[in-house]
């Protein structure tokens, strides 16, 4: 199985702080690479899938980059609503796996 | 809009089985497969499996290959997970989801509210 490792584990920011949560894959994925927030007591909710393209409804202010093994998550301007956890998870192969997740705290 | 609505909590003890719902609506769901994350407490998300709603075709998770089975009521647009021979560490949050399949991409765009299964004795 490909391993997904997420950094940081946990992050404090503040309100419109600019943020970026790293997602490494064990080996190759091409830019099959996602991304999830979840929020305390919620089902987690899908923000950009192919590695840059957003959800339909997902705020611009997130944003995907990457490509191979190593991508990234930037939310531009921290909102209140932003503060949860963030997962990767690649489709490259058989099983999906997502990384440990990223907790994002308000500062 | 697109719903997928679980069955309840449920307990259970070691050794018994569970079955969990998702009933979908607001979409075709002959077009959508749908499939199965657990999330252990406090921890993160593991794939269990999917399930093609249209013609039945299953995909398990190495690991649950065995223990799992999906199955879908297309009458009823629900779609169903078995669990058999539960043990302590099954007891997670067991959600379902849409799989959306595109050019280089596998992706869940939309979950069900979750259902808790505690194993306990």
Known sequence: DIQMTQSPSSLSASIGDRVTITCRASQYISNSLNWYQQKSGKAPNLL?????SLETGVPSRFSGSGSGTDFTLTIS?????DFATYYCQQSYSTPPTFGQGTR???K | QVQ?????????????SVKVSC???GYTILNYGISWVRQAPGQGLEWLGWISVSNGHTNYAQKFQGR????????TTTVYMEVRDLRSDDTAIYYCARRVIGYNTEHF????QGTLVTVSS
């Open chain 2, 109 to 112: 765009d939309n979950w069900g």
């Open chain 2, 4 to 16: 997928l609505l679980q069955s309840g909590a449920e307990v259970k003890k070691p050794g018994a």
């Open chain 2, 23 to 25: 009933k979908a609506s």
């Open chain 1, 104 to 106: 994002l705290e308000i």
């Open chain 2, 68 to 75: 799992v089975t999906m199955t879908t009521d297309t009458s």
């Open chain 1, 77 to 81: 301007s921290l909102q209140p609503e």
């Open chain 1, 48 to 52: 950009i899938y192919g590695t840059t």
